[in-house]
């Protein structure tokens, strides 16, 4: 069974930090790409961040330079550190492959206080 559980989320001021996790199961996680997702209140859910099991990381460009993935196989858990945080990144944030399977998880909530 396919399962994400995100976590790490939380109320931080702007120019602050947060790291997330996303413990996945029922995946090929030696393989697939995991990838991070957030969604606004009223908006589409958007990629973020995606880390490949070769190392590759590739990043949207309203993040690249604030964010970073890594992932731990053998834990097969997947980071997001974040900082340098706007208001504008203030969603929940999901984790799953890319492309994505019809699972989500609660996700985790940020909010980023102006």
């Known amino acids: 069974q396919v399962r994400f559980v995100e976590g790490g989320g939380g109320l931080v001021q702007a120019g602050g930090s947060l790291k997330l996790s996303c413990a996945a199961s029922g995946v090929t996680f030696d393989i697939d790409a995991i990838a991070w997702y957030r969604q606004a209140p009223g908006q589409q859910r958007d990629f973020v961040a995606v880390?490949?099991?070769?190392?590759?990381?590739d990043y949207a460009d309203s993040v690249k330079g604030r964010f970073t993935v890594s992932r731990d196989n053998a834990a097969k858990t997947v980071y997001l550190h974040m900082s340098s945080l706007k208001p504008e990144d203030t969603a929940v944030y999901y984790c799953?492959?890319?492309?994505?399977?019809?699972?989500w998880g609660q996700g985790a909530q940020v909010t980023v206080a102006s």
């Open positions: 799953n492959v890319l492309p994505p399977l019809d699972y």
């Open positions: 880390s490949g099991s070769d190392g590759y990381t």
